[in-house]
């Protein structure tokens, strides 16, 4: 069967992969010149399959109005006329009730765990190289009360299947020494020896080389602007191509895997989508030539930070802004990782070489991604992946070619219906 899919990001270009390799003849269309120039491209990075727990939850009400002013908050709701805002909005707060945040859980950890499990697969059959490193994931907490909290959390996660364990603050020295320099300041930490952590963009990049020898097309520098519908089908992909002339792309299956910009294309056809951009921000300094630079992956809990070591580089990501589609840099923003990254590990890298990014997470409010069928036969979802499409994108492109062969997905998640 000829499948499009749209969008070359973690998410489209992982779904091309499985897609071809059960047989089918797939074409990948992108508005950029290559895989991976939007939120793929300098992520946190980390692979935190048994940290899938979403940002809705009881307290995170709380959190948003302990910051509530701050222009470096780690989160923040800058409101705008725009409805879906709002609308994302409110959802987000109805998540936050007990019995959805166990149930978005539960989803976010099948998901999770079982495209770990697909990633070590993969990379077992094709050799991709991503700057892997398999040194777990340490959460850290500077806050008394934050590593109270963190714990009784590692506790309830257990029974999910995430492996947590709880650290004092010289385990934690002991898991990744460059903590040493910030001993002081540590109240304790979380450590999941099985998480892992990679450069996402490498991975896309490389894995769309390995798809094109496989025979996957890639169509860069095309913008889609509509799909064509009839009936209940999907008809073809309306685009604006490499040349500026207005195509339509016709295929027997389409992939909607086109991140935070999916709604746009989605809701003229009636197709439900909560999707909203989360900004977020990332630095990227070198680190050759410095000793301070952890190499196990860390969540800064207090700052919502997670610090990642990218072969010779440093990846420092992190905050969260519902602002709309901007992708522009706010100075006070930068400075906060910067310095924050600086405060733990003063001799991480080069400040000078921090390259600033930010990237627009396709967040639905549940953080539980939108992977299956819609109404039109023939399109399917792979999109919605907010704070983990990396961490997610494995499993959820084997899951849809399942869906597609008729085969059951292997993994327990309430996929989008035909509905
Ligand atoms: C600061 C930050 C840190 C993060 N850290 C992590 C982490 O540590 N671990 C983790 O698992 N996840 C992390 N994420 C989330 C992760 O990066 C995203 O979930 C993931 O990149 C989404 O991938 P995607 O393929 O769905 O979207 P994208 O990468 O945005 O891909 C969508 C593609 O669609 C294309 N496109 C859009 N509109 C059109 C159009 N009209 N026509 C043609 N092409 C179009 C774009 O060019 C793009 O290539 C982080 C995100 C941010 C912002």
């Given at each position: 069967?000829?499948?499009?899919?749209?969008?070359?990001?973690?998410?489209?270009?992982?779904?091309?992969?499985?897609?071809?390799?059960?047989?089918?003849?797939?074409?990948?269309?992108?508005?950029?010149?290559?895989?991976?120039?939007?939120?793929?491209?300098?992520?946190?990075?980390?692979?935190?399959?048994?940290?899938?727990?979403?940002?809705?939850?009881?307290?995170?009400?709380?959190?948003?109005?302990?910051?509530?002013?701050?222009?470096?908050?780690?989160?923040?709701?800058?409101?705008?006329?725009?409805?879906?805002?709002?609308?994302?909005g409110l959802q987000f707060l109805v998540e936050c009730l007990p019995a959805r945040t166990r149930?978005?859980?539960?989803?976010?950890?099948?998901?999770?765990?079982?495209?770990?499990?697909?990633?070590?697969?993969?990379?077992?059959?094709?050799?991709?190289?991503?700057?892997?490193?398999?040194?777990?994931?340490?959460?850290?907490?500077?806050?008394?009360?934050?590593?109270?909290?963190?714990?009784?959390?590692?506790?309830?996660?257990?029974?999910?299947?995430?492996?947590?364990?709880?650290?004092?603050?010289?385990?934690?020295?002991?898991?990744?020494?460059?903590?040493?320099?910030?001993?002081?300041?540590?109240?304790?930490?979380?450590?999941?020896?099985?998480?892992?952590?990679?450069?996402?963009?490498?991975?896309?990049?490389?894995?769309?080389?390995?798809?094109?020898?496989?025979?996957?097309?890639?169509?860069?520098?095309?913008?889609?602007?509509?799909?064509?519908?009839?009936?209940?089908?999907?008809?073809?992909?309306?685009?604006?191509?490499?040349?500026?002339?207005?195509?339509?792309?016709?295929?027997?299956?389409?992939?909607?895997?086109?991140?935070?910009?999916?709604?746009?294309?989605?809701?003229?056809?009636?197709?439900?989508?909560?999707?909203?951009?989360?900004?977020?921000?990332?630095?990227?300094?070198?680190?050759?030539?410095?000793?301070?630079?952890?190499?196990?992956?860390?969540?800064?809990?207090?700052?919502?930070?997670?610090?990642?070591?990218?072969?010779?580089?440093?990846?420092?990501?992190?905050?969260?802004?519902?602002?709309?589609?901007?992708?522009?840099?706010?100075?006070?923003?930068?400075?906060?990782?910067?310095?924050?990254?600086?405060?733990?590990?003063?001799?991480?890298?080069?400040?000078?070489?921090?390259?600033?990014?930010?990237?627009?997470?396709?967040?639905?409010?549940?953080?539980?991604?939108?992977?299956?069928?819609?109404?039109?036969?023939?399109?399917?979802?792979?999109?919605?992946?907010?704070?983990?499409?990396?961490?997610?994108?494995?499993?959820?492109?084997?899951?849809?070619?399942?869906?597609?062969?008729?085969?059951?997905?292997?993994?327990?998640?309430?996929?989008?219906?035909?509905?």
């Amino acid at each position: 069967m000829r499948v499009t899919v749209l969008g070359a990001g973690v998410v489209g270009v992982t779904a091309a992969w499985y897609l071809a390799a059960d047989g089918h003849e797939v074409t990948v269309v992108d508005r950029q010149d290559g895989p991976a120039l939007e939120t793929s491209f300098a992520n946190g990075g980390q692979i935190s399959a048994s940290h899938a727990e979403p940002w809705a939850n009881p307290g995170a009400p709380w959190e948003i109005l302990r910051w509530l002013g701050r222009e470096d908050a780690p989160l923040l709701f800058r409101p705008r006329a725009d409805w879906w805002q709002w609308r994302w909005g409110l959802q987000f707060l109805v998540e936050c009730l007990p019995a959805r945040t166990r149930r978005n859980t539960i989803q976010c950890m099948n998901l999770a765990l079982y495209s770990r499990d697909c990633l070590h697969a993969l990379r077992a059959a094709t050799g991709i190289e991503y700057d892997r490193l398999a040194r777990g994931i340490l959460q850290i907490c500077t806050d008394g009360r934050d590593f109270a909290r963190a714990a009784a959390a590692a506790e309830r996660m257990r029974h999910y299947g995430g492996e947590r364990e709880v650290k004092s603050a010289d385990q934690c020295v002991a898991i990744e020494p460059a903590l040493a320099a910030c001993r002081g300041r540590l109240a304790g930490g979380i450590y999941t020896a099985s998480d892992e952590s990679g450069d996402a963009r490498r991975f896309t990049v490389e894995l769309a080389r390995h798809a094109t020898l496989r025979g996957v097309a890639f169509r860069w520098c095309t913008t889609i602007t509509a799909l064509a519908v009839d009936g209940n089908a999907v008809t073809g992909v309306r685009c604006v191509n490499e040349r500026g002339e207005a195509e339509t792309l016709a295929a027997d299956g389409y992939v909607m895997a086109l991140g935070s910009y999916s709604p746009l294309l989605l809701r003229p056809l009636g197709v439900a989508a909560l999707i909203y951009p989360v900004k977020g921000y990332s630095l990227t300094i070198d680190v050759s030539g410095h000793r301070g630079a952890p190499t196990v992956s860390l969540t800064d809990l207090a700052r919502k930070i997670v610090i990642t070591r990218l072969g010779g580089r440093l990846r420092v990501a992190g905050t969260a802004e519902l602002s709309g589609y901007g992708t522009e840099l706010d100075a006070v923003r930068c400075e906060a990782l910067l310095r924050r990254a600086f405060d733990l590990f003063p001799d991480a890298g080069d400040r000078a070489s921090a390259h600033f990014w930010a990237g627009l997470r396709p967040a639905t409010p549940s953080n539980v991604p939108l992977v299956g069928r819609t109404r039109f036969a023939n399109l399917l979802l792979d999109t919605g992946h907010g704070t983990l499409g990396w961490t997610m994108a494995c499993g959820s492109g084997r899951a849809l070619a399942d869906i597609v062969a008729g085969r059951n997905p292997e993994v327990d998640f309430e996929f989008t219906k035909a509905a």
